[in-house]
Every structure is written in C-alpha cells, then in structure tokens.
C-alpha cells in the first residue's frame, strides 16, 4: 500500500529565506508526483507536476525535484513571502489493486513571518 | 473555462437527512472523483469515475453513491447522513491516462448535526 510521507508537519520562517519541504513515498512505481498549495478554508491549487520520467519542474519560485528510486520529492521555494504561507500537499499517482490511486501526504503548514 | 465548480459551499444537515453535492467541471475530462478531508487524516478518496457511465468505490465509499450520467456532472450523495460524515468534500477531474494533472474544485463544507 502506498504511503506518502510530509515533514516538517509545520514550518515557520522569516519572510527572505529559501526553504525545503520534502514528501517520501513508499512505492517507487508511480505514474507522476504533484504538489498542491492550500490556503485555509480554500480548496487545493496545483502548483508542478512531475512526470516519473522526469527529474525536476519549475515554476517561477518554486522547484520540485523527484528522486523515484529513493522515493523522494522535494519542493524548494527561493525569497519566502508572506503570501507563500499555506499548506503545501505532496501526492502520488500510483497502481494499487488494478486500478489507479491518488495518494496524499498530510502537509506541510508553512507560515512566512514579515 | 470556470475549471471544476462545486455546490453548495456549506451545508448542515441533520442525522438521517439526504443531500446531493454538485460537481461539474468543463475541461471534457473523463476522470473524475470525489475526496473528503479530515483533520489528521489528510484526504482519501471515496468515489471515482473514468467516463459517463463508470464508476468505482475508492478508500471510503460507505455511506455515499455516485451516478456519472454526462462527462460534465458527477453527483455525490449522501443517503442517510451521519455525523462521522462531517468533513470537507473535494471534487476533482483530470485529463485521460494517470500521467495528467489533477484539478481541484474550491470543496463543500459539510457538517450534520
């Protein structure tokens, strides 16, 4: 059974600093790996997609790396603001019982102080 | 393109009563399914859906039924609510294969009483 693994469950930085969140899964053979964004009380935003072809995506501030041998993805945010602050959800698709799964972490909440 | 739209955003039910909440979406995507989320649970899934006419349980599945009569609409009902299913509920569509990107609606909040 796929399991997807998000530390820090809370994070707490100063507005400026690059910052790391990490998602482990225990089940390398994954179709993709996606990380979402979600504000309090709000649903969930798609922030990259990696495909398992792929090593990494970027998008503006935001990389996410993939390392499915080890089953490791990492999202790296550079010069936090504010307005990053949210809880950040990593999930895998992968092949459970014939049929495909979209497993989620817990999150990670990210608070960026001014 | 609205993307996928849910109603209604808050609802509260009492023990016993039925609803439906709404989900559509406008992508012609024939992947569809419905999440709910918990506190400390994260999000699981409850039903899915490949196309009109197809569905299948996911991890939680009691309690609830699916129809998918049209690729647009995927219903979620609740027949006789209880108030373990108090929670966030989030639709969700993709595009076909497993290899595309998941779209999430803004979630239904629903609490029985």
């Known amino acids: 059974k796929q399991e997807v693994t998000q530390i820090p469950a809370a994070l707490s930085v100063p507005e400026g600093e690059n910052l790391v969140l990490n998602c482990s899964f225990t089940d390398s053979a994954i179709y993709n790996l996606q990380w979402f964004r979600q504000d309090p009380g709000k649903g969930l935003t798609s922030l990259l997609l990696?495909?398992?072809?792929?090593r990494e995506q970027t998008s503006g501030r935001l990389n996410a790396s993939l390392d499915k041998s080890s089953g490791r993805s990492t999202l790296y945010i550079a010069a936090s603001q504010p307005g990053d602050s949210a809880t950040y959800l990593c999930a895998v698709v992968s092949l459970g019982g014939g049929s495909e799964k979209l497993v989620f972490g817990k999150g990670t909440k990210l608070t960026v102080n001014p | 393109n609205a993307g996928v739209t849910q109603t209604p955003k808050f609802q509260v039910l009492k023990t016993g009563q039925s609803m439906t909440l709404q989900c559509a979406q406008d992508?012609?995507?024939?992947?569809m399914s419905w999440y709910r989320q918990d506190p400390g649970m994260g999000l699981r899934l409850i039903h899915y859906?490949?196309?009109?006419?197809?569905?299948d349980q996911g991890e939680v599945p009691n309690g609830y039924n699916v129809s998918r009569s049209t690729t647009e609409d995927f219903p979620l009902r609740l027949l006789s609510a209880a108030p373990s299913q108090t929670s966030v509920y989030f639709c969700?569509?993709?595009?076909?294969?497993?290899?595309?990107?998941?779209?999430f609606g803004p979630g239904t909040r629903l609490t029985v009483l």
């Open positions: 859906s490949v196309g009109a006419g197809i569905t």
């Open positions: 990696i495909q398992s072809s792929q």
């Open positions: 969700a569509s993709r595009g076909p294969g497993p290899y595309n990107e998941q779209f």
């Open positions: 992508m012609n995507h024939e992947y």
